[in-house]
Structure formats: structure tokens, C-alpha cells
């Protein structure tokens, strides 16, 4: 099959590959560039274990092929720490017990990072209605919630402190 040249800025990193037209994007970003974080949960659109950030905005990776990522900014789960510091959405996950295997945090934190950049201080409702489309087999979604909205704060305090945005 013949490849198809696609150019991509993946963790803030220009991207140059060439893909089977076939392929998905989780595919190519779990083989092709071994950014194993984003996970495969159903293959058919459900779980969310797939997402990652299109322009910043939350995509399943496994409902879009590779070659539609071509020209476009994408963020996974490897690229949300800066300089070896967890974000500090992740620090709230793992200190308010946000997950227990793991397999469904890094789409749950891809997820709610989309959200809490449309919206700083969502309500519990807004938080658990944008988790819809992720599905958690362990934690029983309720310490998934605290962890967003002290995560939401936590950002919150950081931008005070850089006097940023924490992306
Ligand atoms: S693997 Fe993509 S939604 Fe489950
Ligand atoms: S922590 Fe195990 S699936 Fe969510």
C-alpha cells in the first residue's frame, strides 16, 4: 500500500512521517512514535482511553485516521508535564486518588484539561457531563470528580503564581 507523506506537531514537536492511509491515529502515535500513554480501551469509540488534543481540543485518537492529524497541533499524555514536573492536574489525580490501575487517566486528564480550558471553575455537573464519553472500571468516577476540581484549583494557583496561563 502506498504511504502518504503527514506533517505534525506532537508534544510541541515538528513531526514528519508517512502513514498507510489506513492507519488510525492511536496507531501511529503508540507505534509509529511509541508514545504508548494514549491507550487502547475499545477500539469502537466508547471508553475515551484514547484521547488526546486536537488544537486542543478533546479527540478519541481511535475515530481519526493518521493521515486527517496531517497539519495539526496534537497533545498526548506524555506532553502536558513541563521540565519534569507533573501538570498539576496530574498532581491533583494523585493526590486525591483520581485512579487506580491507571488505563482510563490519561484520556480522563486529556478530557478535563479541554474542559478546564473553556472553563476554569466548572461545576460538578459540567465536570461529571464532560466525562461522559469516559468510561472507568475501578475508581467509580467520584474521586475522578474531587481530583478535577482541586486540579482546577491547583492550575488556578499556579497561574497566580507565574502570572501564565497553565496550559
Ligand atoms: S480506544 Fe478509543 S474510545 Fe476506546
Ligand atoms: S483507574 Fe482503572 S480504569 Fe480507571
Same mark, same amino acid.
Not at 511509541?34 to 481511535?62: E, F, M, P, Q
Given at each position: 500500500?502506498?504511504?502518504?507523506?503527514?506533517?505534525?506537531?506532537?508534544?510541541?514537536?515538528a %513531526?514528519?512521517s508517512?502513514? $498507510?492511509?489506513?492507519?488510525?491515529?492511536?496507531? /501511529? &502515535?503508540?507505534?509509529?512514535?511509541?508514545?504508548? *500513554?494514549?491507550?487502547?480501551g475499545?477500539?469502537?469509540?466508547?471508553?475515551?482511553?484514547?484521547?488526546?488534543?486536537?488544537?486542543?481540543?478533546a479527540?478519541?485518537?481511535?475515530?481519526?485516521?493518521?493521515?486527517?492529524?496531517?497539519g495539526?497541533?496534537?497533545?498526548?499524555?506524555?506532553g %502536558?508535564?513541563?521540565?519534569? $514536573?507533573?501538570?498539576?492536574l496530574?498532581?491533583? /489525580? &494523585?493526590?486525591?486518588?483520581?485512579?487506580q490501575? *491507571?488505563y482510563?487517566?490519561?484520556?480522563?486528564?486529556?478530557?478535563?484539561?479541554?474542559?478546564?480550558?473553556?472553563?476554569?471553575?466548572?461545576?460538578?455537573?459540567?465536570?461529571?457531563?464532560?466525562?461522559?464519553?469516559?468510561?472507568?472500571?475501578?475508581t467509580?468516577?467520584?474521586?475522578?470528580?474531587?481530583?478535577?476540581?482541586?486540579?482546577?484549583?491547583?492550575?488556578?494557583?499556579?497561574?497566580?503564581?507565574?502570572?501564565?496561563?497553565?496550559?
Amino acid at each position: 500500500m502506498s504511504l502518504v507523506k503527514i506533517k505534525t506537531r506532537i508534544n510541541g514537536k515538528a %513531526i514528519e512521517s508517512e502513514v $498507510e492511509p489506513r492507519k488510525l491515529l492511536v496507531h /501511529f &502515535l503508540r507505534e509509529d512514535l511509541g508514545l504508548t *500513554g494514549t491507550h487502547v480501551g475499545c477500539d469502537t469509540s466508547n471508553c475515551g482511553a484514547c484521547t488526546v488534543l486536537i488544537n486542543g481540543r478533546a479527540v478519541k485518537s481511535c475515530t481519526m485516521l493518521a493521515v486527517q492529524a496531517d497539519g495539526n497541533e496534537i497533545t498526548t499524555i506524555e506532553g %502536558i508535564s513541563r521540565n519534569g $514536573e507533573l501538570h498539576p492536574l496530574q498532581k491533583a /489525580f &494523585l493526590e486525591k486518588h483520581g485512579l487506580q490501575c *491507571g488505563y482510563c487517566t490519561p484520556g480522563m486528564l486529556l478530557t478535563s484539561l479541554w474542559l478546564l480550558k473553556k472553563n476554569r471553575n466548572p461545576s460538578e455537573e459540567e465536570i461529571r457531563k464532560n466525562l461522559s464519553g469516559n468510561l472507568c472500571r475501578c475508581t467509580g468516577y467520584q474521586s475522578i470528580v474531587e481530583s478535577i476540581k482541586y486540579g482546577a484549583q491547583l492550575m488556578k494557583e499556579k497561574e497566580e503564581e507565574q502570572e501564565m496561563p497553565v496550559r
